[in-house]
């Protein structure tokens, strides 16, 4: 029963996969199966519109809710205990260090002064020095020293420093230090004289407040002097002065506010060429700034000398020819002319020759210090004069020897622009007599003897008569005699004026309202001068004081500057005298035409 039932479902098994196979060969419809209508349908959706949907309204609150505040806790930190000692730092030592042969060497000061005591102290910043690395082969061109002023905190300026200011000098070569070894190079001042025997060992610039004038005085008395055991022959150029002793260069201040006094190399006496002074080369002038050169006493020679020059270039003044490599002084002192120098014009005994030399005198380029209009004001030179008991020579009150100064011109020795301004006894032996130059050149200067006194001759000059009005004054112009301002030197001589001016009845043509007053140590000439034809740069005077026979007692000197044909400008001179006089005159000396 079991094998049929198999055997009908193998037959039915074998009808199905028969029947598919027809269907599959025959592509028959699927939907017409075993006579069976399959017909799909497409059926359409009803479209649904979903309801509109408002979000609901939100309102913001009128203001927002303050957050409470946090109190931190306090917090005390643990103390924290110092070490008894703070370790030492171990030492570190540098190394020398050259380049090209040139030390290298810092100028770095800086100067703070403090006034008042530990509660409410005032500090004052003035003044600040500011250096910078000097020659430092081509890497520097240029050093520069500033001085600033700070007169926020106080109302003191560079101009009343009162304290020395020291600027640090430059290394010497130590090729130049053994050189130097061999000709005894010592340095001097009023207070030691040390042997240089080491590359840091030359003097500094010193500054000091330009109107504090006791500054500038002990500034001046503080300054050293190089003496070397050299000599050179004379109206040696001074470039080769200059390079012979081998000085580094010094970079000066750049502020006017400032008196610059500078050191000096001098050479020992010799008696055929007398003696050298110069200054160290600088990098460049500053131009307005007051330099003052000084010479230490003991270096001064038996037969008198220069003590100092004090120059002041203009604010406006400029190098001519191009810019000088470096800028420097240099002056030959001998109690003798050089053989190749005449004396010719010369009157009383010679005592002094002065030869001032600088870099434009030697090459033309440089400031020219032969030129009035370089100054800002005439420069003056300090002579040590021995006192003489010789009947010929003419005294001043003081028991100094009256001097006449000369300065030599295309040739020729002049007076023009000359005149010995002060006076003063030193010792029982010496005195001090500063000269008023118009320029720096070579001088010449004389012991002025009793014989040399003249009238002042016809024609050359107006002679003043004594006038008893004291309003008859007209102090005119400015006045500056190198050492003491307008107001105060025009105030000492009203202050000390006698009982009578001194007018000039009959000027010399060209000038009017001639008057000389007469004060303690000076005599002041004011007036008036109305020019010719021809505009100058510089009118140079000479004021004469004479006596009652018309004797010279002395004589002063003043300018006029840039004076156009045909104008007047009023006019001062002042002449050194202490004591009465009758008349005084007035003449035109020279005049630089424009």
Known sequence: MLRKILSVSVVLIVIHFSLASALLNNNVSPSNIG?????????????ITPPAVTPPAVTTPDTIPTLPAITLPNTTLSSVTPPATIPTLPAVTLPNTTVSNTPLQTTLNTINQTVGTDTGAITLATPTLNGSITKLSSLVSEATINITSNSATDSTTLSMISSPISISAPLLNPTTLNTWAAVSATVVNSIVSNTINNVNQLPQVMVAGISNTNAVINTINSQSSILLNIVFP??????????AIGLPNYTLPNSTSVATIIPTVVTTVNPTSGQVIATPPFDKIIPGQKMIIPVTNSVIPSFGGLKEIDVQSSPTATSTGGTAPDEWFVAEVDNKLPSSISSSSIKGTIFLFVNIQYPFEDNGVGFNWGDPHT????PTLTLVVNKTSQSFIQNDSQGCPIIDAYTLSSGAWTQNGLGEIFSSSISPTQCQITIQSQHLSKFAFSLRHISSL???????????????????????????????DTATAVTSLLNTVTSFYKTIADPAEGFSNVECSQGSGFALMTGQYTSGAVPNKVVFLKMSLLDNTGHVLSTGNGDISDIDAHKTKSFNAIARFNDNFTSCTVQVDTTIPK
């Open 375 to 378: 100054h800002a004001k005439p």
């Open 454 to 484: 003249q009238s002042s001759g016809p024609g050359l000059f107006g002679v003043g008569t004594v006038a008893n009005s004291l309003t008859s004054a007209s102090l005119a112009g400015s006045l500056d005699n190198g050492t003491i």
């Open 234 to 243: 004379p109206l040696t150029s001074g470039t080769t002065i200059i390079s």
């Open 35 to 47: 006579g069976i209508n399959i017909s799909p349908t497409t059926s359409t959706l009803p479209a």
